[in-house]
């Protein structure tokens, strides 16, 4: 075992390397250490080695490193390095650093959220010179990393099979099984985290429009509010940010005596990883709304200055809010409102399997649906019981068009339909804004709607833009309609 005053040359022993000690970084350490792991330790400021070595050297088989050079020395070879800085500029620095140091057979891997095109360009930069390079999410947080986060990582199979039994070894575990495993090539990890964290927007809005619908409309207090996020804990709900929003609501805030939600300023921060999944999906031409309308609720709840200037204007008009006496009226609309968030959260992970299917296709990637429910069911955020019926419905067919397809999950939506309709429409009606509910109610309703007006979208292209369109009895053609001229006759143009 070594200490912080042992920042002498190594032998080549290392399993593997950790670049970057800071919050993640040195649990990311001390985790593959406490697993049995030699790992050698470096951070450009050498004060963050010394303190996890301090700290924690004795947890297990550390090898600090004063510079790159000796910490690259330090490793067994193929040597394998995970780098846990920032995003960007700072990850590019290192990468840059590490290319003259390392050999044809080493890997790096990049376990920041990065955005999955950089993983795609730098791994087909490093391709060049014979390094692998791994794109990997690591979700969880701080706590995840030390004590067992969900990893996805991409990048080749050489480089898995390097790395895997050691990944393996310190992500969370369910029922026996890893929350790890190999997503696929190039940026499929990346990909995969990004869309794991636009699931985790959506799921966390509809969590708190249930929340203000219960508030809002139903007119509940906190602890009552409290309680009933408790009582989902035994339904279909059940999920890690379930019993963190209750967590949440139960907190008294010492100062005021308040209600802990009512202290907070209601304006939602972000990092960008909605955004990404957002924007990405618009790029695939496939429907995100409830992710979508998560990352908006979040832009609309931090502009301030425009919410009070939009409230002086009093456009109150039309709303009704009935604030239900406790009592069976009440209890039905909470039921109610139980069977619309879990509608919603079926649409909303419908949504990112889709367009996680849609990029695996497009790149080649290859992803296994189910394994991606399966690895998300511990160590992340949006752990679940829910996610087993996700895995089981992608093994019983894992070419299914859609989750709403799955029969566990179509007959859960037949039920939930009316109650969700009644829900989206007492919203309306009090004025209390449910984005996400509504949008993923609407997104269903797309889906199994016989005819939509895209139709007509079509009509007003071709008059304006000759843009062409297709007929109900000719698929196959293509027709324009020459609208300028008197007789507005149809010609088929292919
Ligand atoms: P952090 O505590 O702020 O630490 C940042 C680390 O990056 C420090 O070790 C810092 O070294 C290093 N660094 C910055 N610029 C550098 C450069 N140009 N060259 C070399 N090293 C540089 O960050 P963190 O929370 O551990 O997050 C690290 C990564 O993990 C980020 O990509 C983040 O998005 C991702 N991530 C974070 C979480 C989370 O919950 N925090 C969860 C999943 C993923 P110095 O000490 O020398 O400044």
């Not at 593997?16 to 649990?27: C, R």
């Not at 804990?233 to 802990?260: C, M, N, Q």
Request: charged share 20%; proline share 5%; hydrophobic share 45%.
């Amino acid at each position: 075992m070594s200490s912080a005053s042992d920042f002498v040359p190594q032998p080549a022993s290392a399993d593997i390397g950790v670049y970057g000690l800071g919050v993640m970084g040195a649990n990311l350490a001390r985790n593959l250490a406490r697993h049995g792991h030699s790992v050698a330790v470096f951070n450009r400021t050498p004060a963050r080695t010394e303190r996890l070595m301090d700290l924690h050297g004795g947890e297990g088989d550390f090898v600090p490193a004063v510079d790159a050079a000796a910490f690259v020395a330090s490793l067994r070879r193929p040597r394998a390095v995970i780098i846990m800085v920032q995003a960007g500029s700072a990850t590019e620095a290192v990468i840059e650093q590490l290319r003259e140091l390392l050999e044809p057979g080493d890997i790096i891997v990049d376990a920041g959220n990065t955005f999955y095109e950089d993983t795609e360009r730098r791994e087909t930069s490093l391709r060049e010179q014979g390094i692998h390079f791994v794109g990997m999410g690591v979700s969880g947080g701080e706590e995840g990393a030390l004590l067992g986060p969900s990893i996805m990582p991409g990048g080749t199979d050489a480089s898995y099979e390097r790395l895997g039994p050691l990944l393996e070894s310190i992500s969370a575990h369910v029922d026996g099984e890893p929350c790890c495993t190999h997503v696929g090539p190039g940026g499929a990890g990346h990909f995969v985290k990004m869309v794991h964290n636009g699931i985790e927007y959506a799921d966390m809005q509809l969590i708190a429009e249930a929340y203000d619908l219960l508030r809002g409309v139903a007119g509940m207090s906190v602890p009552e509010i409290a309680d009933v996020f408790r009582d989902w804990k035994h339904s279909e709900l059940d999920s890690y940010l379930i019993d963190i929003t209750t967590e949440v609501l139960d907190r008294v805030d010492p100062a005021t005596g308040a209600p802990f939600v009512d202290v907070i300023v209601d304006a939602a921060g972000q990092k960008g990883t909605g955004a990404w999944t957002t924007r990405t999906a618009l790029d695939l031409g496939v429907a995100v709304p409830a992710i979508a309308e998560a990352t908006f609720a979040r832009a609309a709840s931090s502009a301030p200055a425009q919410r009070a200037a939009v409230r002086a204007a009093g456009l109150n008009a039309g709303t009704t809010v009935p604030h239900l006496a406790a009592g069976p009226e009440r209890d039905a609309f909470v039921d109610a409102v139980r069977q619309a968030l879990y509608g919603s959260k079926i649409a909303a992970y419908a949504q990112g399997f889709d367009e996680i299917a849609t990029a695996s296709a497009q790149h080649d990637w290859n992803v296994d649906l189910g394994a991606m429910a399966r690895i998300w069911r511990g160590g992340c955020i949006i752990r679940a019981r829910f996610l087993d019926d996700i895995t089981r419905a992608y093994e019983a067919d894992p070419q299914l068009p859609s989750l709403l397809t799955a029969p566990t999950f179509a007959d859960a939506l037949r039920a939930a339909l009316p109650a969700w309709r009644q829900v989206v429409s007492a919203a309306a009606l009090a004025g209390v804004p449910a984005p996400a509910f509504a949008a993923s109610l609407a997104y269903v309703d797309q889906l199994r709607a016989q005819r939509l007006p895209a139709a007509l979208i079509q009509g007003q292209r071709d008059f304006f833009g000759s843009h062409t369109y297709h007929r109900v009895d000719d698929p196959e053609g293509v027709y324009h309609v020459l609208w300028a001229e008197p007789g507005r006759a149809e010609e088929k143009w292919n």
